[in-house]
């Protein structure tokens, strides 16, 4: 697995992805992971906060962002990594239509159904800088993909959102 990833990062028709992407990824995965786990099933910070909001609402909702999250990333992740585009250019097809990062607002997406499970208020700051971190190396891989594709990706930009559904395409 880890030939066939370094070749998406060198392929010509990638503009090319931040370099501690996938660390940082990686690492505030397990930081959340491990801080709502041991919350959820220790501290419980979220118990006053979930007796607003019953768990038979708040299963639901989590079901429903998981499904978008594994949408936008599946659907993202095949159009960029698992289609050699022969001519490089902005990809506007599909998911990308709606929003330019869609595989990050999908990861979001998952953060935002684990921690809506629980409510856990010790995750909170850690989903904050989840957010910042995705917005951050969003607008690194941005600039190049500005260097590569010119005023073809800056009027992208113009039209479709960064993370958020635009629903006007």
């Known amino acids: ?9 060198e392929r010509d028709d990638l503009a090319g992805e931040h370099r501690f992407g ?13 801080i709502w786990t041991v919350d959820a099933l220790l501290i419980k910070s979220g118990s006053v906060v979930s007796r607003l909001i019953p768990l038979w609402i ?23 990594f698992h289609e050699k585009h022969e001519v490089p250019a902005v990809i506007r097809s599909g998911v990308f239509r709606l929003m330019r990062h869609p595989i990050y607002s999908g990861c979001m997406l998952f953060y935002a159904a684990l921690w809506f499970l629980t409510l856990s208020l010790l995750t909170v700051p850690v989903l904050l ?20 594709f010119g005023e073809a990706y800056i009027d992208y930009q113009k039209q479709v959102p960064m993370f958020f559904l635009s629903l006007k395409h």
């Open 129 to 148: 800088l989840t957010g910042l971190f995705y917005w951050y190396i969003s607008r690194t891989e941005e600039t190049r993909l500005i260097c590569k």
């Open 58 to 80: 708040r299963i639901p909702v989590s079901i429903a962002f998981l499904a978008g999250a594994y949408v936008l990333t599946t659907r993202g992740m095949r159009l960029v």
């Open 22 to 34: 996938d660390t940082g990824q990686l690492i505030l995965l397990f930081l959340f992971l491990g």
């Open 1 to 9: 697995m880890p030939e066939r990833h370094a070749r998406h990062h």
